[in-house]
């Protein structure tokens, strides 16, 4: 049976590439000290009512009724959760708080590529910060993970613009204030929609060219030119202004970005953020100033794949023993367990079959290292260790294994 639509299932070499990523996550975030925390992916559907974006909450969420009538969302992005949790322990926690996660996170969309219906996203929020200096922060850890993938700066720009271009122009053109959300929402979806021109003027009539020429024209803010310069003192150097990039959830008030790609053929929003200052207060505690990004899998490894950045599969296990006559099954699992208490990889083939598709098994499965054991071996204590991929074999005593395997993979 095929996974449910827009899902995936992780097989080995895809779970690796997955972990690889997370790896590179969560030492970037750990290296600008950032805490890692976590949520269930359940939670009241009533946390993401009136608080983030009508078309992710209307459209786009998986919610069902649980056996006890409530209703319960699975959660579409990490924000609201963080944002509850942080306004339920604001006593407690030290300011300004610093946090990671990487949450499974699921949304109802017309799957596509880099659009799926679950994926894992990076959140780095700091909370509790207001000013240039956190917002240059949160941009410099996005940098920071790509650059540790192995990108370098030619390979993806980041795009900012600050909700507060927006609001001024709303005050100056007097756009509603029921109205602006959906204008922004529009406005975000400008380069994905044929009749955008047409939706804008629905909602606020001939205003629509003026709002699109005042922001168009628009090169910079001095705001905006204060946060390019932090972003240089930490050898960020691929800002751009694009006063285009709005961002689709109704939380963001200040500072927001989108990080693309330059390659031709993955041209796209990898992942973005903002900041926030009013979404905390929502949850019923004092107003908390926030910014933060979200950066998913699937996007990250599309980009990974369209720069020739994806690491090369290794299984987990370092050592294959291969049994070579049955009688001597007792003495290889024996070995076995001395090596792993040695901290070593090792998986046991009691197949039975001849040495040679033992051997062929560890290569398919790109297991570095093989080690055979028949009635020889048991008796006189002495293992010759081969190295599948250059075909070198040394004969070792059981307590010299772990040392010479540790030497060979570094
Ligand atoms: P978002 O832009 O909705 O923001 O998602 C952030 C990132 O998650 C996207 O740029 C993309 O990498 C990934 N992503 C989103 N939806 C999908 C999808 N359907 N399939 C695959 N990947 C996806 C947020 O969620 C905000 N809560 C981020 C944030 C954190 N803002 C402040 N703090």
Known sequence: MEPYKGVRDFYPEDQFVLRYIFEHMERVCELFGYEEYGASI??????????????IVSEQTYTFTDRGGRDVTLRPEMTPTLARMIAGKQRDIPFPARWYSIPN???????????????????ADILGAEGVEADAEIIAIAHGVLRSLGADERNFEIRVSDRRILDSLYDELSIDAEQRPQVTRLLDRREKMENFADKLAEVIGDKAPTLLERLDSLTSTAYLEELRRQLEYMGVGNMVVDTKITRGFDYYTGMVFEVFDTHEDNNRSLFGGGRYDNLLSQFGGEKIPAVGFGMGDVTARNFLESHNLMPEYAPATELMICIVEKDATGHAIKLAQDLRREDIAVAVNFSGKRIGDQIRHADKMKIPFVLAIGAKERDTGRYTVKNLSTGHEITLAADSISAHLFSSLG
Do not use: C, I, M
């Open 42 to 55: 359940l939670e009241h559907a009533e946390l993401y009512r009136a608080k983030t974006s009508d078309e």
């Open 105 to 123: 996170v699921f949304r109802y969309e017309r799957p596509q590529r880099g659009r799926l219906r679950e994926h894992w996203q990076l959140n």
